[in-house]
């Protein structure tokens, strides 16, 4: 199985800022024969469901704000929210799915300062 | 608006039985692959299970594999999970989730239901 792990479990920007999480994979999901990673980027609200981000590494989904974006390949990926709002304030989560299981980070809690 | 509506969750006893049902609007379910994932009380999200679009594939978890089945019905529009032998450490909520792009087995979860929870306990 591959193990996603990210980093840092918690952290604490004020508005304005700029956050950054880091994911690492325990095996490469960079598919070379159409050059995609399969890594997308998650956040949950308390009492919602997660919410689609970032998919193929860094694709923003329709409708996400542009300060949203995610950089990285092979193993190694970031999650950038370029100058923070409070609706920003949620868990975010790293997820491949390059095989089975679709394995997902621990996540990490985003508040604001 | 695309839609997934889960239902069937409750308080069940271990060893027990339940069978959650998710039922698909404003899309053409057929066409996409489908997931359960579920989340713990206070917990991170763990991927149960997958159905391709047309239920010829199917992938299961390691810690449900030969417990749980998942199983669809495209002309009901409807997703289905069959939870047997159920533990204590089964007690989450179960999400509904679609795949982002028709077809295809391997792309990320991008419509989620509300979620329905399940309880397991004496």
């Known amino acids: 199985d591959i193990v996603m792990t990210q980093s840092p479990d918690s952290l604490a920007v004020s508005l304005g800022e700029r956050a950054t999480i880091n994911c690492k994979s325990s095996?490469?999901?960079?598919?070379?024969?159409?050059?995609?990673?399969?890594l997308a980027w998650y956040h949950q609200k308390p009492g919602q469901p997660p919410k689609l981000l970032i998919y193929w590494a860094t694709t923003r989904e329709s409708g996400v704000p542009d300060r949203f974006s995610g950089s990285g390949s092979g193993t190694d990926f970031t999650l950038t929210i370029s100058s923070l709002q409070a609706e920003d304030a949620a868990v975010y989560y790293c997820q491949q799915y390059y095989s089975p299981p679709y394995t997902f980070g621990q996540g990490t809690k985003l508040e604001i300062k | 608006q695309v839609q997934l509506v889960e239902s069937g969750g409750g308080v069940v006893q271990p060893g027990r039985s339940l069978r959650l049902s998710c039922v698909a609007s404003r899309f053409t379910f057929s066409n996409y692959g489908m997931h359960w994932v579920r989340q713990a009380p206070g917990k991170g999200l763990e991927w149960v299970a997958f159905i391709s679009y047309d239920g010829s594939t199917k992938y299961y978890a390691d810690s449900v594999k030969g417990r749980f089945t998942i199983s669809r019905d495209n002309s009901k529009n409807t997703l289905y999970l069959q939870m047997n032998s159920l533990r204590p450490e089964d007690t989450a909520v179960y999400y509904c989730v679609k795949g982002s792009q028709s077809g295809d087995d391997y792309v990320s979860f991008n419509i989620w239901g509300q979620g329905t929870l399940v309880t397991v306990s004496s």
């Open positions: 095996q490469n999901v960079l598919y070379t024969s159409n050059n995609k990673n399969y």
